[in-house]
């Protein structure tokens, strides 16, 4: 037992003293290099630590082989500006001033409703509330958001073609409403990237490859 606590205060202080050199990003918002070393350094130092017929030299010498890499990384990072974009990835802009850039949010494996609940993350709850919006490198989500953002609650009624039936009824909007309302705008359900309605009838809406409208539909009832 006694052997066992001296292995494991040998791994933390090796580990803790690794992370501190790599710096405080492996403890905010990492990017996928920090992320995938991170689980690395992890499965290698719970091994030594739960298996003492592993020798503990093994252990600290695999950590600190990690720690090598991490530091060429970044030092290819920081002198080699390409090599960036290779390792890192780019940001994503992922709302313009003409709406949702669906071309990027496929590129990211993302669809509207990822958006949506990475705008809610952030304080953000109607799609027109920000000139831009992207996605960073890390995965965080960053905007420039307007004076005056709306102050209601919209749900998903059209998401990438798909109609949103138990939205469609807490809305308070029956299929052929819905129906007449695409009918008006010469869209069919397929053709429409996003749309959403809040509690006071106000509607998001953007059919594929257009720039988005603010509509307006009659809701029974408001949330």
């Given at each position: 037992?006694?052997?066992?606590f001296?292995?494991?205060?040998?791994?933390?202080?090796?580990?803790?003293?690794?992370?501190?050199?790599?710096?405080?990003?492996?403890?905010?918002?990492?990017?996928?290099?920090?992320?995938?070393?991170?689980?690395?350094?992890?499965?290698?130092?719970?091994?030594?630590?739960?298996?003492?017929?592993?020798?503990?030299?093994?252990?600290?010498?695999?950590?600190?082989?990690?720690?090598?890499?991490?530091?060429?990384?970044?030092?290819?990072?920081?002198?080699?500006?390409?090599?960036?974009?290779?390792?890192?990835?780019?940001?994503?802009?992922?709302?313009?001033?003409?709406?949702v850039?669906?071309?990027?949010?496929?590129?990211?494996?993302?669809?509207?409703?990822?958006?949506?609940?990475?705008?809610?993350?952030a304080?953000?709850?109607?799609?027109?509330?920000?000139?831009?919006?992207?996605?960073?490198?890390?995965?965080?989500?960053s905007?420039?958001?307007?004076?005056?953002?709306?102050?209601?609650l919209?749900?998903?009624?059209?998401?990438?073609?798909?109609?949103?039936?138990?939205?469609?009824?807490?809305?308070?909007i029956?299929?052929?409403?819905?129906?007449?309302?695409?009918?008006?705008?010469?869209?069919?359900?397929?053709?429409?990237?996003?749309?959403?309605?809040?509690?006071?009838?106000?509607?998001?809406?953007q059919?594929k490859?257009?720039?988005?409208?603010?509509?307006?539909?009659?809701?029974?009832?408001?949330?």
């Amino acid at each position: 037992m006694a052997l066992i606590f001296i292995r494991t205060a040998i791994i933390f202080l090796t580990l803790l003293l690794c992370m501190r050199l790599m710096g405080k990003s492996q403890i905010g918002e990492m990017q996928p290099f920090e992320f995938v070393i991170t689980l690395l350094i992890a499965e290698l130092a719970c091994i030594p630590m739960a298996d003492s017929s592993i020798p503990l030299m093994y252990g600290i010498v695999s950590i600190i082989t990690i720690f090598i890499l991490h530091q060429v990384v970044w030092l290819l990072d920081l002198w080699f500006k390409p090599m960036k974009t290779v390792i890192c990835g780019k940001p994503s802009l992922v709302i313009t001033r003409e709406g949702v850039d669906s071309y990027q949010l496929r590129k990211n494996n993302l669809d509207v409703s990822d958006l949506i609940e990475s705008m809610r993350v952030a304080g953000y709850f109607n799609l027109d509330d920000v000139y831009y919006g992207l996605y960073e490198a890390n995965g965080s989500f960053s905007a420039l958001e307007k004076a005056e953002k709306t102050n209601t609650l919209p749900v998903i009624i059209i998401d990438n073609g798909r109609v949103d039936k138990t939205n469609l009824g807490i809305a308070g909007i029956s299929p052929e409403q819905l129906k007449n309302f695409l009918k008006e705008r010469g869209a069919k359900a397929r053709q429409v990237l996003v749309m959403t309605a809040d509690g006071n009838g106000r509607v998001y809406f953007q059919k594929k490859g257009k720039p988005y409208t603010i509509e307006n539909i009659e809701v029974k009832g408001r949330w």
